[in-house]
């Protein structure tokens, strides 16, 4: 029972060794959080499409449940800009179908992806996420990123722009372009540009002026809140929303309300996919974050028990008027730099933005959505990354194909069938080259007993013998291309009497693969060629020992590739006749 319960409440454990010290320590890191995420959760609830109290409360009850269930001491979870604009893009059409309000099914959405994640995790199915390789991901990153940015140039600019694609976005934009209301402009670019200065001057400014660097790391981290005061301020002091500057006006003083996702199976298989794809982008997004950040500190997270942290958080977000939510990436680093030593440390944040959502939300009242839309805009394409398409050119056709693939249909068709097709494509890709694996022909270095492709290295070979190395685990989908490959290399040769197949690299033969493997020693066995296996691996050997194919085999199975070399050259006194 206390090994269940610190594997699956891991606050169980770092909890009996919390001191003052770490008290101190978490309870600063978890001011300058609350501090950014003020701003930042408001911003990101209106990317979802929903009213900005609803940041507040997707950062409050998730990041407590998390903190109980998860295993990283700095990642800080609540909405993140991608998992936004994924709920803005499932609901966008959902909702008026399924006769639900956009509210209720953001609940619903972040109650099945809770349950998604809650599954994986006691299933321990976190590899699924291993589908999603890192071009794929960073792909759709970066098209998500300029999306993002795209969608809130409306409110940069304060005209009316729908869509959530970039063609979509571009074009009612460009639509649009004679409504622009130049005062909302002016503190939208002014915004923008200050925010992208604090993030990368303000820093190296004050510690050029002889400000310590502990004081510049607080007041870089804290730039965005003076811009949310500043513009604010503005906008209250010469009355500029009777100018036609949107503003946030009236948040809600409350603690998160309970709620109760609406129970509808029309809608539940509508957002099934989609909350399926926000619970694995949000684990690959939350999972390499904390992974990243457990390394510097030589900590350990467990993948599956991640998911359940995260699930138990999207479940609480559900039932307290959130939606979707992650842990992301500015956050947590930010978390980690200002010294959070456990979770604790996200639970003191969520107190703090609770006191916000009760005490604060008056003074919000005058900012302006331009400030919030500059806010993510400055977010999100800091995620930007083209250079993942250069990379990947230069060191994989296919993974560069995939990326190409994910980003362009991502930035056309939308989020959802970009991840799906970045998936598909990665999944296939993968297919298609395990289904042709690298088989190479090796020969014997003179004077060692190592054998390398004879392509590569000088090598010396017997014309009667045919060293084959498999550097592929063998099953279903490549196992006819070994048979083609050992038929055509043989068939034309009249001098070969044995064909040894190197098994170093094979981890696995499935039953299809053993077929092949029976078919391949009875076609050789016609032509008067043996069949000899070197350097099988212990689990396979033990497979192989359950079927006939061991007894059936015209050759024998050898320790070492030397050894079967040796093995069948001593079987000829002379050299082959030509």
């Known amino acids: 029972m206390t090994d269940t319960l610190l594997r699956y409440v891991p ?32 911003a990101y609830a209106l990317l979802a499409g929903l009213p ?9 009850a998730p990041i407590i449940l998390y903190a109980i269930f998860g295993t990283s001491r700095a990642l800080a979870v609540g909405p993140v800009a991608v998992v936004s604009l994924m709920t803005a893009a499932a609901l966008g059409d959902i909702t008026q179908q399924a006769g639900v309000g956009y509210a209720a099914a953001a609940l619903m959405l972040a109650g099945l992806s809770g349950v998604i994640l809650l599954a994986m995790g006691l299933f321990r199915l976190g590899f699924i996420a291993n ?38 976005l571009l074009t009612s934009l460009t639509s649009n372009l004679h409504q622009i209301n130049w005062i909302t402009a002016t503190i939208g670019v002014a915004a ?25 790391d607080i007041a870089a981290k804290a730039g965005p809140v003076f811009v949310v005061v500043l513009t604010t301020l503005l906008v209250w002091r010469f009355d500029l929303s009777t100018h036609g500057v949107k503003i946030v006006g009236s948040v809600p003083q409350s603690l998160p309300p309970l709620t109760l996702p609406p129970v509808s199976s029309e809608l539940v298989a509508q957002l099934l996919l989609p909350a399926f794809l926000i619970s694995i982008i949000g684990f690959v997004e939350s999972i390499s974050v904390a992974q990243t950040l457990a390394a510097k500190k030589r900590q350990r997270i467990d993948p599956d028990q991640e998911l359940i942290g995260l699930g138990a958080a999207n479940v609480a977000a559900s039932l307290t008027g959130g939606f979707p939510v992650t842990g992301g990436f500015s956050r947590s680093v930010v978390n980690f730099d200002a010294g959070a030593q456990t979770p604790a440390a996200g639970a003191y944040t969520a107190v703090g933005l609770a006191i916000a959502a009760v005490g604060l939300t008056p003074l919000v009242f005058f900012l302006p959505k331009a400030t919030l839309a500059a806010t993510i805009i400055v977010a999100v394409l800091s995620l930007v990354d083209f250079g993942i398409l250069k990379r990947s050119w230069q060191y994989s056709k296919s993974d560069f194909a995939a990326v190409l693939a994910t980003i362009f249909l991502t930035l056309t068709l939308g989020v959802e069938a970009g991840v799906s097709a970045g998936v ?19 020969g014997l270095i003179k004077g060692t007993e190592h054998f390398r492709n004879i392509l590569r290295h000088s090598v ?17 989908a490549n196992a006819r291309f070994l048979e083609d490959c050992i038929q055509n290399r043989v068939a034309g ?50 497979k192989l020992e359950k079927s006939h194919f061991l007894a059936e085999l015209t050759g024998q199975v050898f320790l070492t590739q030397y050894e079967a070399a040796q093995a069948t050259a001593a079987n000829y006194s002379e050299p082959p006749k030509q």
């Open 11 to 42: 606050i169980a454990t770092w909890g009996r060794n919390y001191t003052r010290a770490t008290f101190a320590s978490d309870m600063m890191a978890a001011v300058i959080v609350t501090i950014m995420l003020i701003p930042q959760s408001l």
């Open 52 to 60: 900005p109290e609803a940041g507040l409360y997707a950062s409050i």
């Open 131 to 168: 589908f999603l390789s890192h071009p794929v991901i960073a792909g759709f990153i970066t098209a998500s990123g300029l999306i993002i940015a795209t969608s809130q140039l409306k409110h940069i600019l304060g005209i009316e722009a729908q869509g959530h694609n970039m063609l979509d």
């Open 192 to 216: 923008t540009a200050c925010l992208f200065w604090v993030r990368k001057g303000l820093k190296p400014t004050l510690r050029r002026v002889g400000v310590g660097p502990t004081a510049a």
């Open 424 to 442: 598909g494509l990665s999944i296939l890709l993968h297919l298609y080259k395990s289904s042709r694996p690298h088989i190479a022909e090796v």
């Open 460 to 476: 010396t070979t017997d014309p009667r013998v045919v060293s084959l190395r498999v550097d592929e685990s063998l099953y279903f």
């Open 493 to 542: 040769d009249p001098h070969v009497r044995h064909v040894i197949l190197q098994c170093t690299a094979i981890n696995e033969i499935d039953l299809s693969a053993l077929e092949s493997l029976e078919a391949i020693n009875e076609r050789l066995h016609e032509m008067n060629v043996k069949l000899h296996l070197s350097e099988v691996k212990g689990p396979v050997m033990d």
